[in-house]
């Protein structure tokens, strides 16, 4: 006699499927300390710090003037140069 097959639980579906990480933002913390955050953001998302979502999560969680400074350094750059200008 053949046992009979229930499906997964909606639980163990729920688990398995990717979960949505927010993105941090600068707060009243310093550019490098903000970079450190997005790094480990990165990471748990699984994607390279030039990624361009990662990108644009990191120049929407800075404070005003320093995104207005990135923009006009140029998104185009690896993130770690945004950094390194705001910074220096």
Same mark, same amino acid.
């Given at each position: 006699?053949? !046992?009979p097959?229930?499906?997964? &639980?909606? &639980? !163990?579906? /729920? &688990?398995?499927?990717?979960?949505e990480?927010?993105?941090?933002?600068q707060?009243?913390?310093? *550019?490098?300390? @903000?970079?450190?955050?997005?790094?480990?953001? #990165?990471? #748990? !998302?699984? /994607?390279?710090?030039d990624?361009v979502?990662?990108? *644009?999560a990191?120049i929407l969680g800075?404070?005003?003037? @320093? #995104?207005? !400074?990135?923009? /006009?350094?140029?998104?185009?750059k690896?993130?770690? /140069?945004? *950094?390194?200008?705001? *910074?220096?």
């Amino acid at each position: 006699m053949e !046992r009979p097959t229930t499906p997964p &639980s909606t &639980s !163990r579906l /729920e &688990s398995d499927e990717k979960e949505e990480i927010p993105a941090p933002t600068q707060g009243d913390g310093t *550019v490098s300390e @903000y970079f450190e955050l997005i790094k480990m953001f #990165a990471i #748990a !998302r699984n /994607e390279d710090l030039d990624d361009v979502d990662i990108k *644009v999560a990191f120049i929407l969680g800075l404070k005003l003037d @320093y #995104a207005k !400074r990135a923009k /006009e350094f140029g998104f185009k750059k690896p993130l770690k /140069e945004i *950094v390194e200008h705001l *910074v220096g």
